[in-house]
């Protein structure tokens, strides 16, 4: 990671287009390559500025974003206090820590507003080994659903910290 702080906060519609354009240049980079034409487009269409411009507004999403400057570096979104919906980090901040921040701030969140249950993901191959250094575990085989292939992955509904959005 850079030597600059990056900062985190939550996001706002204003940001969705920026989301996309993380979000699918990563997607591009190390997750869809493994897909079915089908799968890769429509995992795509779900990162598209109108899907996320949704999703941001919704009231059963949390976004927060990681921005170092002016340059968005980072996402994660969470669905309804136990999906982990989006964990996305840019190449060159990858294996820096700060997908972990991310997490741990949507995590508390979540365990602060709702009973504690286990979180659950559906992750790439890519992010496997990311996201069971972050304490998620399988939860079956490997999945394709509509040409999307991910991992099934849960995670114990514990506190890791007290870190907060502002």
Known sequence: MN???????????KDAQRI????????LQFIVDEFTGKGRA???HE????????????????FLVAEDGEALVGVAAMQDNWHLYHLLVAKGYQRGG????????????????????N???NVPR????????LGFKADGA???????????????????GAATAK
């Open 3 to 13: 030597a600059k702080v990056v900062k985190i906060r939550r996001a706002t519609i």
């Open 20 to 27: 996309s354009e993380l979000a699918q240049a990563v997607a």
């Open 42 to 44: 429509l995992y795509l």
């Open 47 to 62: 990162l598209a500025p109108e899907a996320i411009t949704k999703r941001v507004a919704a009231k059963d999403f949390h």
């Open 98 to 117: 700060l997908a972990g921040r991310l997490w741990q701030i949507l995590r508390d969140e979540a365990l602060s507003a709702d009973p504690p249950r």
């Open 119 to 121: 979180f659950k993901a």
């Open 126 to 133: 890519y992010a496997i080994a990311a996201y069971t250094r």
């Open 142 to 160: 490997m999945r394709d659903e509509k040409g999307v292939h991910f991992q099934p992955m849960t995670c114990p509904a514990k506190r890791l």
